[in-house]
């Protein structure tokens, strides 16, 4: 409760900061399109943000609403055409300060975010005026309902939202695309360097012993015996390269019988262990492969490692893998060794890794990659019974009635001292009786709207068994 107060205390102290920046606000839209100084509103419409945002995170930490911010991508800083210009509209720059300077404008002003936020800052202080009586008496409720108002205005919309995860899929498209590039690289420099070279030295050898065949059948066959030596190499170099492309038993035994296989070829003791009830999609399994085998080649290599711990695991969806080796330590995303890498390869899946390497060891790298495990009881929640239903379209439908005109306009009428009584409740009362009634109208509306709120809510999260399954539940 303490904290709660604490939480309600702090949004009463942002008022006097909305206030503030609200006059600001109107100051700089004056100057900017009165006087034409454009350059005073994009650092006010910032601070507008700041303020947003930081409502955000008081609603989140007090009435556990998390909010998205709304706003759109940034525009990407403007690149030169071929004749070294930079172009704006239907107007070239030598240098990209214009430009960048007009893209910031347009992206700050065209957003509908922008223009939200400013409703949000112009009504939010009459909103917490009015919700002061029940953030004082009733704090976890007020704070919900305060939630929700924000929620209204200072979350993300379909649009934006669909902005950003346009932004996002260019961004993993060009880290796939990267990825790709670097493995074809990888592939090509392998068959060159090994297969290759091996083949042509395989050709050269059968090639000698032709000529040898009859002068010296003797010279012949121990060249032949050397090029079926040569041959047995060749395979073997050509299915580690097989191997490196898509390991098979990756294929056919999923991805923690293909990681114990890279366990027994591994010159360290490693240890496995695979907690998955599911197999995740072929393209995730092979970034996580790839991410462990890297993972223990820097361990042997650059390390100074002995032995090696794997844990893969789910967490509902999430697909999370740690490494812990007892090598020296000092590994570094920012030094270019191989874990920049495996960054990029799970960025494709919106995957995040995590180093904690201290000089002197030991050094663990967790990796998460989030919604990639399949869940087949994701679709069996419960629906809401016919009676909530119809009390929650009840208590959304008439809620209104006795929060807005029985109570708020009521108390405005009793204030200004209006004669006309027309059809609120209260002011026909006694006067002892008619502040407490607009007092208790006002409670019950706010009540009204909190119950419609928490009964779908409480409803959601109630604990539910999951289906039983048919069939096999092990690996596809």
């Not at 201290?358 to 990659?369: A, I, N, Y």
Request: proline share 8%.
């Amino acid at each position: 409760m303490v904290r709660k107060f604490g939480h309600v205390l702090w949004l009463l102290v942002l008022v006097i900061v909305e206030l503030l920046t609200l006059a600001s606000t109107l100051l700089a839209v004056i100057l900017t399109f009165g006087l034409g100084m454009v350059f005073v509103l994009p650092p006010q419409v910032r601070m507008i943000r700041w303020v947003a945002e930081v409502t955000r995170d008081l609603v989140r930490a007090s009435a556990g609403i998390v909010i998205e911010p709304p706003y759109l991508p940034k525009p990407p800083p403007p690149q030169p055409q071929a004749d070294g210009l930079y172009r704006s509209h239907r107007t070239l720059y030598k240098s990209p300060r214009m430009p960048a300077w007009n893209n910031l404008w347009n992206w700050l002003i065209t957003d509908p975010a922008t223009w939200r936020d400013g409703l949000w800052l112009l009504l939010d202080p009459f909103i917490k005026l009015m919700l002061l009586p029940l953030l004082i008496l009733l704090p976890g409720r007020g704070l919900r309902l305060y939630g929700l108002w924000c929620e209204l205005l200072l979350a993300a919309t379909a649009s934006s939202r669909l902005a950003g995860q346009v932004n996002r899929l260019n961004r993993v498209r060009n880290l796939a695309v990267d990825t790709q590039a670097a493995e074809m690289r990888r592939i090509e420099r392998d068959l060159h360097d090994g297969t290759q070279a091996r083949l042509v030295a395989l050709g050269m050898t059968i090639g000698a012993a032709e000529q040898l065949m009859e002068s010296d059948p003797n010279a012949a066959r121990a060249l032949m015996a050397k090029a079926r030596e040569a041959s047995a190499e060749t395979l073997t170099e050509l299915r580690r390269v097989i191997r490196g492309i898509h390991p098979p038993v990756l294929a056919e035994r999923g991805l923690g019988d293909a990681v114990r296989a890279l366990a027994i070829d591994s010159p360290l003791r490693v240890s496995v262990e695979v907690d998955l009830p599911h197999r995740p999609e072929s393209p995730v399994e092979a970034a996580a492969y790839f991410a462990v085998s890297e993972l223990l080649a820097n361990a042997a290599r650059h390390g100074g490692a002995e032995s090696v711990e794997i844990d893969i695991s789910g967490n509902g969806q999430n697909l999370r893998i740690t490494v812990t080796d007892d090598g020296w330590g000092g590994a570094d995303p920012a030094k270019g060794s191989g874990l920049s890498g495996i960054e990029r390869r799970l960025a494709a899946f919106d995957g995040v890794m995590a180093v904690h390497s201290p000089p002197g060891g030991p050094t663990t790298v967790t990796m998460e990659l989030p919604k990639v495990l399949p869940q087949h009881w994701a679709g069996d929640l419960p629906k809401l019974p016919r009676w909530k239903m119809i009390t929650v379209l009840f208590l959304w439908s008439t809620a209104w009635c006795p929060l807005f005109p029985q109570g708020i306009v009521a108390g405005v009428f009793k204030l200004i001292d209006f004669e006309e009584k027309s059809w609120f409740l209260a002011l026909y009362l006694p006067e002892p009786w008619q502040w407490p009634t607009i007092a208790f109208m006002i409670l019950l509306g706010t009540a009204m709207f909190v119950a419609a709120v928490a009964i779908p809510a409480h409803h959601k999260e109630a604990p539910r068994a999951p289906r039983p399954l048919a069939g096999n539940m092990g690996f596809c």
